[in-house]
């Protein structure tokens, strides 16, 4: 999955950086790499506010899977944990049953 900044300028693989909250309200991906390097995600106006966006990534992050019988679009983004998560959805037909899988997980900052 994918991380854009609040401001829309940076654009990170989660795969490969740790999240943090520093200053109480920013958000930063932090790198593994010997070479510590912060990058700067969002600011919120309250810790709680930033507690709250931080726990919203990690919901996003989760793996969505879904194997049924003729859901709608809408039924079918329900299913993706977060708001603020974009995806496209791929689904693939074979006999009677529908398997959709999500592809190119996008999760926006808040602005707010």
Do not use: W
């Amino acid at each position: 999955m994918r991380i854009v900044s609040q401001d829309r300028n940076v654009s990170i693989d989660l795969d490969k950086v740790i999240i943090k909250i520093l200053n109480e309200n920013h958000i930063y991906a932090d790198s593994y790499s010997a070479y510590k390097s912060l990058i700067f995600l969002g600011c919120y106006d309250s810790p709680k506010r930033a507690q709250e966006v931080f726990d919203d990534i990690h919901k996003a992050y989760a793996p969505v899977y879904s194997i049924s019988n003729n859901l709608s679009e809408e039924q079918i983004k329900a299913l993706i944990p977060s708001k603020n998560v974009y995806a496209n959805n791929i689904v693939n037909i074979e006999s009677d049953t529908t398997i959709t899988t999500y592809d190119n997980y996008v999760y926006y900052m808040p602005k707010e």
